[in-house]
């Protein structure tokens, strides 16, 4: 069973258009870390969201975190070639124990393809 | 993956040899971090270490692998008497102490080293 589950698992579009990648749990997260990772090399990251409910921008890109922090999403508007690549979700689930910092838990992952 | 550093970045073994995969974390940070990216599947966790120190190793396999922080010196992950299994992206992240002491969730990947085990 996979903690964080990511969708879609692949995105093929053209350029110009908007594309949202989620990530949802049934697990509270402390935070959680969206990184791009391209072929060859290691997840680069691109933004950490802490707060329920927190919006954060960056560029094109759109981080949520929902309210109760079991979920995140990613938005890009108007797509670009560029942003082609794996899109990774990860973040520490806060247990019975309390949260347990270090052991980052990733989703599947998201392959966007953007088309000229 | 600006100043985490992982070497070699590609490695290539015959089965029975020994993998030793270094990391040297971003300046300022003392955690480290293990995670094996095998084909088609996703990073999971290994071990996080501080320096001397092992803090969790629950996603290391029981045999053939370990893992140090020496005092001074990179990270090194060691894998004994490898396998054609253990053929893998391996990345180490580092974080920085945040307040308190405590660790933040925030963790900077190298650029993996590629194990392929013959």
């Known amino acids: 069973t996979q903690l964080l589950e990511q969708s879609p698992q692949f995105l093929s579009i053209q350029e110009g258009e908007n594309l949202t990648v989620y990530c949802n749990s049934s697990?509270?997260?402390?935070?959680l870390q969206w990184y791009r990772q391209e072929p060859g090399e290691g997840p680069v990251l691109l933004v950490t969201?802490?707060?329920?409910?927190e919006v954060k921008k960056l560029k094109r890109l759109t981080f949520q975190f929902g309210d109760a922090r079991k979920d995140s999403s990613l938005h890009i508007t108007a797509a670009q070639p560029g942003d082609t690549g794996l899109y990774l979700c990860a973040g520490t689930p806060i247990g019975a124990g309390g949260t347990s910092y270090g052991k980052l838990t990733f989703g599947q992952g998201t392959i966007l393809t953007v088309h000229p | 993956n600006a100043g985490v550093m992982q070497n070699p970045r590609h490695l290539v073994r015959r089965r029975g040899q020994e993998a030793r995969l270094r990391c040297s974390p971003m300046?300022?940070?003392?955690?480290v971090y293990w995670y094996r990216q095998l084909p088609e599947e996703g990073l999971k966790f290994m071990v996080y270490l501080q320096k001397e120190n092992i803090i969790d190793e629950s996603g290391m396999p029981k045999e053939r692998f370990s893992a140090e922080f020496p005092k001074e010196g990179p990270s090194i992950l060691r894998i004994q008497q490898v396998v054609r299994g253990d053929s893998a992206a391996y990345f180490c992240?580092?974080?920085?102490?945040?307040?308190?002491?405590?660790?933040?969730?925030?963790?900077?990947f190298g650029p993996g080293t590629r194990l392929t085990v013959l």
């Open positions: 992240a580092s974080s920085p102490l945040g307040l308190a002491g405590v660790t933040t969730d925030t963790q900077y």
């Open positions: 969201v802490v707060t329920g409910g």
């Open positions: 300046k300022g940070h003392s955690h």
């Open positions: 697990s509270v997260f402390s935070s």
